[in-house]
């Protein structure tokens, strides 16, 4: 059974830093490649960002470059993603989620499996 537990949400202020970590099991990470997502308030879940199997080629939502970073430790069969600069406007339930396809993508239909999700909330 394949399982994907996010964690490491939680509320902060303007400007700070979170770092979510989404733990897998019931299959080897180095097999998938990864995808974050968000779903802000009222609104759609939205790609944020995504890493090869291997980690060499990553692919974030334009919004985000140069705040958010994405990593993987396959060792730990652990996914992260670390948010910097945090703005009131990345309120969100964030999702992380591994495909069987070699291509980063950021289309929600295409990802196998999925965590539960974990609330981001930034105060202004």
């Known amino acids: 059974q394949v399982q994907l537990v996010e964690s490491g949400g939680g509320l902060v202020q303007a400007g700070g830093s979170l770092r979510l970590s989404c733990a897998v099991s019931g299959r080897t990470l180095t097999t998938y490649t990864l995808g974050w997502f968000r779903r802000p308030p009222g609104k759609e879940r939205e790609f944020v960002a995504g890493l090869s199997r291997s980690g060499g080629s990553a692919r974030y939502a334009d919004s985000l470059k140069g705040r958010f970073t994405i990593s993987r430790d396959n060792a730990d069969n652990t996914a992260y993603l670390q948010m910097t600069s945090l703005k009131p406007e990345d309120t969100a339930v964030y999702y992380c989620?591994?495909?069987?396809?070699?291509?980063?993508?950021?289309?929600?239909?295409?990802?196998?499996?999925w965590g539960q999700g974990t609330q981001v909330t930034v105060s202004s």
């Open positions: 989620a591994i495909r069987g396809g070699p291509v980063v993508q950021d289309t929600i239909g295409l990802y196998d499996y």
